[in-house]
Each structure stands twice: as structure tokens, then as C-alpha cells.
């Protein structure tokens, strides 16, 4: 990882995907604000991630609130000295078939999954400006590529994240930040737990490896793209999906 530059935030972090990836990053020496709508939970990863042996820090924020997330920046740059890593990972599902979908199952997938990876991304961006340094990592899907039967709303909202991700690192390549994304196929976390049993035989049937994948898989890969490895990668969509697309 970089000596100089050791903070992190990431959103969606009280468990799951984004959980995993707070702990990666500490184990690698990376100090993280952990943020989500869920208190508790944030509170309790954020004292495994000291226990790790790094600074974290829980900030309760929404992010599809703009004062949430601007406050979420703020408190980090003040009580870290900077945002070098951002990783924008707080997402939902609301499926339903398109026909039966309401307007307020599609506003909140768009709002969270899509305006919450923006707010987050414009925030972030305009402190990495001024250190002319930032990698933002952000949580798109293969959905988002595939488009799936559900989720017209969330596959709608990660293609947007995937369009978001090549607009960004096109704007933000002169002052040496990166945006890249991953997009995750079948992984077992809350979100997937309460899919049909009938879907999930279906993925494993249809997935390569023959395995769902964990949260750590994803770890892994956003570990990969902040580090100096990664250094002139960016706009690109890393697929981790056991080969379910290829
Ligand atoms: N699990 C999968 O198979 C899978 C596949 C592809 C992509 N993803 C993406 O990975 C990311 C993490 O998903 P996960 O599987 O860990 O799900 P999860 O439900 O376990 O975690 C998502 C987290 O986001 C938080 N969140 C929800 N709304 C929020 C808001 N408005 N503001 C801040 N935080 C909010 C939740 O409280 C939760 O802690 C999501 O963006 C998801 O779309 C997951």
C-alpha cells in the first residue's frame, strides 16, 4: 500500500460487502470511517477494525442525503487530515417484475444505489483534488451489465454506476485520481440470503466455479485497485462472478 496515503471511507460498511472491505483495508495498514444507516452494527465493525491495529472511526450518514454525506467528508478529512480511499458501496434491492414495480420501489434503488455513489463520489473528489491524489472504488453488479428479471430498478441503477464510474475517471485522471469499479455476481451476504431458493440452484448451476462467492472475493479485488499495483488502472469494471459472466 502507499506510505503516504492511509484513509479511507466506506459506505455501507456495517456488514456484508462493505464489512469485509473495511477489514481488508485495515489488515493492509489503511485507517477507515465506517458509515451506514445502521448504528449498531456500524459501531460494532468499527471496534473490530481498532482491534485490527488502525484508526476507524462510525458515521452514521444516508447517502442519498447531501447533507449526510458532506458531513460524512468533512468529519473524515478533520479528524484523519484526509480522504484518500473512497469506496462507494451502500446499496439495496426492491425487486419486483417491471409491470408490478412502483414508482417508490424504483426511486429508492435509483436514489440509493446510484445518487448516494455520486453525492459520495462529488464530495470525495473535490477534497482528493486539492492532495492531487484519490482512488474511488465503487460497487456496481454484473445485473448492471446483464440486466436481470427483478430488477429493472437495480440493474438500471448499476449500469448508471458503471456509466458513472467511466464519466468520473475521464474527468478525474489529470489529477492523479482513479475510479474504477466491480461488479460482483452471486455473493452471500444479507442481500442474496433472502433471494428464492429456486434462483440461488439456478445461479449455482450456471456459475463456473460452482460456488457463490464471499464477501472476501470482493475484498480482495477493491484492495487490489487502491493499491500502487493499480496505479494506471482506471474507468475500468473488474467482473468477480466465478465466471456467471463472461
Ligand atoms: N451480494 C451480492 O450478491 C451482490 C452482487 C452484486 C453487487 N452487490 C453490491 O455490493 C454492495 C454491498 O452489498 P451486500 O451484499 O453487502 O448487501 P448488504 O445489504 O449486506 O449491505 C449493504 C449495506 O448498505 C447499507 N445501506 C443501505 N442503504 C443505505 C443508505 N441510504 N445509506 C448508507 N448505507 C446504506 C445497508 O444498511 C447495509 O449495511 C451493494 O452495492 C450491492 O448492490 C452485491
Known amino acids: 500500500m502507499y506510505e503516504k496515503y492511509k484513509n479511507a471511507v466506506v459506505t455501507g460498511s456495517a456488514r456484508g460487502i ?3 472491505i473495511a477489514k481488508k483495508l485495515a489488515s493492509k495498514g489503511i485507517n477507515v470511517v465506517v458509515s451506514d444507516v445502521l448504528d ?3 459501531r460494532q465493525t468499527a471496534k473490530e477494525i481498532e482491534s485490527i491495529g488502525v484508526k476507524s472511526l462510525p458515521v452514521k450518514a444516508d447517502v442519498t442525503k447531501k447533507e449526510d454525506v458532506e458531513k460524512l467528508i468533512k468529519t473524515t478529512v478533520e479528524k484523519f487530515g484526509s480522504i484518500d480511499f473512497l469506496i462507494n458501496n ?3 434491492t426492491r425487486d419486483n417484475l417491471s409491470v408490478r414495480m412502483t414508482e417508490e420501489e424504483w426511486d429508492m434503488v435509483l ?3 446510484l445518487k448516494g455513489t455520486f453525492l459520495c463520489s462529488q464530495a470525495a473528489a473535490i477534497e482528493m483534488m ?3 491524489f484519490g482512488r474511488i472504488v465503487n460497487l456496481a453488479s454484473i445485473s448492471g451489465i446483464l440486466g436481470t428479471p427483478g430488477q429493472a430498478n437495480y440493474a438500471s441503477s448499476k449500469a448508471g454506476v458503471i456509466a458513472l464510474t467511466k464519466s468520473f475517471a475521464r474527468e478525474l485522471g489529470k489529477r492523479n485520481i ?3 469499479a466491480v461488479a460482483p ?3 452471500l451476504t444479507d442481500m442474496t440470503v433472502k433471494l428464492p431458493d429456486k434462483v440461488k440452484e439456478d445461479y449455482l448451476a450456471s456459475i463456473p466455479l460452482k460456488r457463490a462467492g464471499t464477501p472476501d472475493d470482493i475484498a480482495e479485488v477493491v484492495s487490489f485497485l487502491i493499491s500502487p499495483s493499480a496505479s ?3 474507468g475500468t469494471v473488474i467482473n468477480v462472478s466465478g465466471g456467471l459472466l463472461i
Open 18 to 20: 462493505g464489512a469485509a
Open 40 to 42: 449498531e452494527e456500524l
Open 90 to 92: 451502500a446499496g439495496i
Open 111 to 113: 436514489n440509493i444505489n
Open 130 to 132: 486539492k492532495n492531487k
Open 178 to 180: 482513479t475510479v474504477n
Open 185 to 187: 455476481g452471486y455473493i
Open 232 to 234: 494506471y488502472i482506471t
